[in-house]
Structure formats: structure tokens, C-alpha cells
């Protein structure tokens, strides 16, 4: 079983930086791809970023301004937000999962959120 705990995240003006935390434990052997999700209010599930070991994807919503930065000893991954705006508010997910996918159904394991508030 893996577990996932995410940390980091606040509130932060548009334009501003954030950066959260996504530490995994457990079945370490199964942790092939470590992601990204976002869930605004009334909202699905969404896809951010994903990386493998050697490979890094990102939502065309994101790509310029988000980083993911893997540490494949630790099995953590963290976020860099970077030009930060409203609609980027939204609770987000750190993801596990055994395939580089952009879908929520294809992660099997999840944290538990962490919220990203950006005022206008």
C-alpha cells in the first residue's frame, strides 16, 4: 500500500510563487509514475503533471509556469507554481500510479489534498 502525504500549499497573490510537497511511502516498487492533479470547486478532477524517472509531462494549462522536481531516492515530489493566477485555485492531489496517465481513474493511490488559494 502506498501512502502519500502532500504539504506546502497557502494562499498567494496573482502572480506570486508557491511551492507544495508530495512525500510517498510504502510498495515503493510500485511507484513508477508520482503526479499532479487539481480539483476546483464543483469541478473534476484535473490532470497537471506527471513524471516518471525519466520522463516529465504537463497540462497545456500549466507548462512554462509549473515545475515538477522528482527525488527518486526520497520518492518525493514537489511543485513549483510560478506565475500563479486565480484559476489556478483549487485543492491539489499528489498522485501514484504504475503508467504516465492524464486521466484521475488511472491513479491508484491519492493524498489527502492540499489547498492552493490565489486572489486576484
Known amino acids: 500500500q502506498v501512502q502519500l502525504v502532500e504539504s506546502g500549499g497557502g494562499l498567494v497573490q496573482a502572480g506570486g510563487s508557491l511551492r507544495i510537497s508530495c512525500a510517498a511511502s510504502?510498495?515503493?516498487?510500485?511507484?513508477?509514475?508520482l503526479g499532479w492533479f487539481r480539483q476546483a470547486p464543483g469541478k473534476e478532477r484535473d490532470f497537471v503533471a506527471v513524471?516518471?524517472?525519466?520522463?516529465?509531462y504537463y497540462a497545456s494549462s500549466v507548462k512554462g509556469r509549473f515545475t515538477i522536481s522528482r527525488d527518486n531516492a526520497k520518492n518525493t515530489i514537489d511543485l513549483q507554481m510560478n506565475s500563479l493566477k486565480p484559476e489556478d485555485t483549487a485543492v491539489y492531489y499528489c498522485a501514484s500510479g504504475s503508467s504516465l496517465g492524464t486521466t484521475a481513474s488511472e491513479y491508484a493511490y491519492w493524498g489527502q489534498g492540499t489547498q492552493v488559494t490565489v486572489s486576484s
Open positions: 510504502g510498495g515503493a516498487f510500485r511507484i513508477y509514475a
Open positions: 513524471s516518471s524517472r525519466s520522463m516529465t
